[in-house]
């Protein structure tokens, strides 16, 4: 009887000790979602100072919750589809340089990524009208093959050509990839800077 209420302690003793170090682990994985949580309620428009809501925590968890800010906030710099997608980005680069005030660096590389994410759409749109151009001979011919097989006069967009979204999809492609390289690069210098002690 001893013997087995011997292994019953053991197992117990056992069981609290991964209990505990389970719970160690699920600490700075907790404050970085909290973290995390911070930073979305940010960028949805909720009045969050998130470095005043940083100092709140205490110092040994103050590392994870930040963590998960700078995490959240990288997750929003992205190469913008549209004009009005830009203004996003922004504001979590406005967020990451108040979280890492100090940090004098970090004002360049953010000045260098809007100019990227700027000059990105600026680039697309040019792309576009050049691709467009090209597909513009090849619409006119087009139309009066249609107009002499019909007899109806058309007009018809260089986005109707069958071989347009397929090139348009190849640029962009292109275009995503070199850009987007550039911020990911960007962005891992930022996490790095405002991660590491």
Known sequence: MAEIRSTLEMVLERAARMEASASGELIPQEKEKEGMRLAAGFLRGEQIDLPAALEKYPAEERPHV???MVTALLR???????ADEAPAAEKAMQALMAIGRGKGELAQVFTEMKSILDRYLS????????LEEQFAQQMMLMEKNLAQQTGMKMKLQPSQHPKFAEEWQRVQVELN???GRAVEQYKEFIAKQLTTA
């Open 76 to 82: 929003n710099i992205v190469l913008p589809r549209k």
């Open 177 to 179: 990839d070199q850009y």
């Open 123 to 130: 680039h697309k749109e040019q792309l576009k009208k050049q």
């Open 66 to 68: 930040k963590k998960g």
